[in-house]
């Protein structure tokens, strides 16, 4: 490829990031939303780290690809991460239907003059919507 083509087309990527970036995104559910949310944001920081690495090679014209998986690197993790921030219980009941998932550990902090650790983790098992 040639080089002012390659940039071209990675201005036109960082452009089409920063465009759909001011869009809201827009879904039925708000768990969905927020992980849409947080895979666009894991691009944007994805694509970032990856133009970072670039700069530390010694032919950065020959390494631009660094972009795209870092861009694809940053979109998994986001969406990991808004996965683990929607998901709470294990099992959930909703108008007769049971749905099961993944649930959250969250670490809390207790005071407690027995205890040698005052980090609890808690995992929410059941969730019943009424």
Same mark, same amino acid.
């Given at each position: 490829?040639k080089?002012?083509k390659?940039r071209?087309?990675?201005s036109m990527?960082v452009?089409?990031a920063?465009?759909?970036?001011?869009?809201?995104?827009?879904a039925?559910?708000?768990?969905?939303?927020?992980t849409?949310q947080?895979?666009l944001?894991?691009?944007?920081?994805?694509?970032?780290?990856?133009?970072?690495?670039?700069?530390?090679?010694k032919?950065?014209a020959?390494h631009?690809?660094n972009?795209g998986? $870092?861009?694809?690197?940053?979109?998994?993790?986001?969406?990991?991460? $808004?996965?683990?921030?929607?998901v709470?219980?294990l099992?959930?009941?909703e108008?007769?239907?049971?749905?099961f998932?993944?649930?959250t550990?969250?670490?809390?902090?207790?005071d407690?003059?027995t205890?040698?650790n005052?980090v609890a983790l808690?995992?929410g098992?059941?969730?019943?919507?009424?």
């Amino acid at each position: 490829m040639k080089a002012p083509k390659t940039r071209k087309i990675v201005s036109m990527i960082v452009i089409s990031a920063t465009i759909l970036s001011a869009i809201p995104a827009s879904a039925v559910d708000q768990a969905l939303q927020e992980t849409l949310q947080d895979a666009l944001y894991g691009v944007m920081i994805g694509t970032l780290v990856g133009g970072a690495t670039v700069a530390f090679t010694k032919k950065p014209a020959k390494h631009l690809v660094n972009f795209g998986v $870092g861009a694809g690197c940053g979109a998994i993790g986001g969406t990991i991460f $808004g996965l683990a921030k929607a998901v709470r219980t294990l099992a959930e009941i909703e108008d007769g239907t049971i749905k099961f998932a993944m649930p959250t550990i969250v670490p809390e902090v207790v005071d407690s003059p027995t205890a040698s650790n005052n980090v609890a983790l808690s995992v929410g098992l059941l969730r019943i919507t009424y």
